[in-house]
Structure formats: C-alpha cells, structure tokens
C-alpha cells in the first residue's frame, strides 16, 4: 500500500485526536520503525489496519466509521496533489469514469508495486452511476468517503446506496438535485 495512505492516517489522527492519540496509536499497532512511513514508500496494509483497529479501541468509533472519516480527509489531499485529474474532469462523475482508466494507470506507473482497487463507472442516466468496486484489501467504507468527499469537492449534493456483492462491493450514487 503507497505510503502517502499511511501519511495521510497519521495526519488525520494527529489533527482530529491530538498528537498524543497519535504516538498511542502508533505504539498500541506495533508500527515498523514507530510509524516512520514515508509519502513515496510501500507498506503492506496490514499495518494501516492495525492502525485504525488501535485508533477504534482507543477512541470507541467503529471502524466503518473511521474509515468513512479517513476517505473525507483523504480527497482534498489527492485533489490538491493532482488537480489535472479533478479539473480536467469537472464533475465527480467524470472523476469516477476515470479512475481505473485514467487515475489508477498513472498511479501504477509511477509506483510500479502499488495493487490499486479495481472500480468499475457505469452510468444510469445523467443522475446516477453505478461503482463496482473490488479490492483484496476491502477497504469499502474506505471507498465510501472517497466517494462522498469527491462529490463534496464538486460541491454536488448525492444519496448513495451500497450492497455487498460477492467480488466487492456496490455503490449507486444518485445526484440529489439538478447538476
């Protein structure tokens, strides 16, 4: 898993928790080195989960709930680090349409070991889309605030409907009002 994930847990913790919360975490997960993740480097993903498991123990969110949170932090991050993406799209739509096309190519070029999850776009009209998304990891409520957050970006008001499937997970967004 890119490194930048690890970054970005550790600020969200930090910011939201307090940075005592943060050396707690960190301790209480057995992170390699302390927590010495760097942005560029690759981490296996289980260290992010004993991380959020820690962070739920210690703080009693759920972890669904901790993940949501963690994808909301997560999406002005990606869009101030790659604005291309997010301007050139315009909408979360055309973002979602992009993201294994466009997004998840460019991100396995530049980190060749990187294992990005697969989601699929498929439209439903002007108003709604449909996300399949399948990773190994299972990260769905993870996806859940990635997506919300990128509609939140573009400033676009959504219901999402979600269903488990047996290769992933389901997400139907709808716009709530006209785009």
Do not use: W
């Amino acid at each position: 898993m890119l490194g930048m994930m690890f970054t970005e847990f550790m600020e969200m913790v930090e910011r939201d928790f307090g940075p005592d919360r943060l050396d707690d975490v960190l301790e209480e997960a057995g992170t390699r080195d302390d927590g010495a993740f760097t942005a560029v480097g690759d981490y296996d993903h289980e260290e992010l989960v004993r991380m959020v498991l820690a962070l739920s123990r210690q703080t009693d969110r759920a972890v669904p709930d901790l993940l949501r949170a963690f994808g909301h932090h997560l999406m002005p991050t990606l869009s101030g680090r790659h604005p291309e993406f997010f301007d050139e799209a315009g909408c979360a739509f055309r973002v979602f349409e992009n993201l294994d096309r466009v997004i998840h190519r460019e991100v396995a070029k530049i980190y060749p070991r990187a294992v990005p999850p697969r989601i699929s776009a498929e439209r439903l009209g002007d108003g709604a889309m449909r996300l399949h998304y399948r990773s190994e990891r299972a990260m769905g409520d993870l996806a859940l605030g990635l997506i919300e957050g990128c509609c939140r970006h573009f400033g676009e008001s959504v219901e999402i409907d979600r269903e488990a499937t047996g290769d992933g997970e389901v997400f139907v967004v709808r716009r709530a009002g006209p785009r």
